[in-house]
């Protein structure tokens, strides 16, 4: 994976999403379909774009569409955190490594919401734990470091 040291590193995301909230899926997907194997940001977002569209034909096809990229989001989230543990003193890996596992943890909410409408409630209910453990944990880490309390 490609560990930027530049602090925009997610400033090309901004297009991507303006396009989401616009309801162009179409472009959404394609902006972030490039990146998608290689950066958990994209990735998530690639699949959420997926979400979105399942919502609106409420087609089985698409949700389970869905469902896969969010599950290849959460693998790419897991490489990539044990990829970043090797080098947490540096600030930039150590910041890329707290923003992918807030991408975890979304990744697992979003994946358990699917689920429980894909009729699949105990594992779900499972998923949603497991991102709420992860929020959790990084909440309490953030109380107890200088970070700001937004996060």
């Not at 959404?28 to 194997?37: L, T």
């Not at 930039?92 to 699949?120: C, F, G, P």
């Amino acid at each position: 994976m490609d560990v930027s040291n530049d602090p925009t590193f997610h400033s090309d995301l901004e297009k991507g999403l303006d396009l989401m909230w616009s309801n162009k899926l179409d472009e959404a997907e394609a902006f972030f379909h490039e990146h998608r194997m290689n950066k958990t940001r994209h990735a998530l977002h690639h699949a959420e774009v997926l979400v979105y569209r399942s919502m609106i034909t409420e087609l089985e096809t698409d949700r389970t569409k869905a469902i896969e990229a969010l599950n290849k989001t959460i693998e790419l989230a897991e490489s990539s955190l044990t990829k970043l543990a090797k080098n947490l003193q540096d600030p930039t890996t150590k910041n890329e490594h707290l923003d992918t596992r807030i991408a975890l943890a979304d990744a697992y909410a979003v994946l358990s919401t699917m689920e429980v409408l894909n009729e699949s409630r105990v594992r779900g209910l499972l998923h949603l734990r497991k991102g709420w453990k992860i929020y959790q944990e990084i909440l309490d880490k953030t109380r107890q470091s200088n970070l700001p309390n937004h996060l």
